[in-house]
């Protein structure tokens, strides 16, 4: 099936876990923006120069720079057949330059939006703690390393991100519901969007994932 799996969810609901798995399942790329973005800033050209520059003034880079860089990114061989796009669209313009991008591609778009009430995401993202030499991630709730606050495969001492905090992710999840309703909303008319409970353990999600993804191409 030739498409563009959208996952959609808050930071902390487990997209980019289940971006892995099911990249792997359907041996198709994962597309992340921040990676691009990353990616875009380190080349040479003029659009890198452009978008290394709106990243060290602070500002985000706006949708019509986003909707270039995906859709060279589409363009590129392994993404033919499809491929997994974690952190675009966002907004409801974005979601409409994505149709447009994939049409010229010949590809569908579905999106799969990951649930997870806003307690336990807040203890996913409070409770998190990252090791910076191998990039192991941990949680003092739900996978806590063997020895206290020190990663269990290279002995360094792990980390918090500074806005893990109560009062940072509040702000954050405020804003990522008023930026994507709409854009559920838009795919929820258009027939292409579905739900999954993100609570259970990584397995049991991955495996709703795969029962909606055969709904879709059934």
């Keep these: 099936m030739a498409c563009v ?3 959609m969810g808050p930071q902390g609901a487990g ?3 289940q971006g892995q798995m099911l990249a792997k399942r ?4 994962i597309v992340a923006t921040g990676d691009m973005l990353r990616e875009v800033a380190r080349s040479d050209g003029e659009l890198g120069r452009q978008v290394k ?3 060290e003034s602070g500002n985000l880079v706006s949708d019509e ?5 995906i859709g060279e990114r589409l363009s590129r061989s392994d993404c033919e057949n499809g491929c997994i796009l974690d952190g675009f669209p966002r907004t409801l313009p974005q979601a409409k330059q994505l149709d447009g991008i994939a049409a010229g591609r010949n590809l569908d778009v579905f999106v799969i939006n990951i649930e997870v ?3 336990q995401l807040r203890k996913r ?16 709730h739900f996978k806590p390393s063997k020895s206290d606050n020190v990663c269990d495969l290279d002995g360094q001492p792990l980390q918090t991100r500074a806005d893990d905090n109560e009062q940072a992710i509040a702000r954050r999840l405020a804003a990522y519901d008023e930026m994507t309703q709409p854009v559920l909303e838009y795919y929820r008319k258009q027939g292409k969007l579905r739900h999954i409970d993100g609570t259970a353990p990584a397995e049991e999600v991955y495996r709703g994932l795969e029962n909606v993804i055969a709904g879709f191409s059934s």
């Design 65 to 69: 720079v986003l909707a270039e860089i």
């Design 26 to 29: 359907l041996q198709a790329p």
């Design 15 to 17: 997209k980019g876990t």
């Design 125 to 140: 993202l409070t409770g998190r703690r990252t090791c910076p030499s191998c990039g192991t991630i941990y949680n003092v």
């Design 5 to 7: 799996i959208v996952l």
């Design 117 to 119: 009430p806003r307690d």
């Design 53 to 55: 520059l709106i990243q």
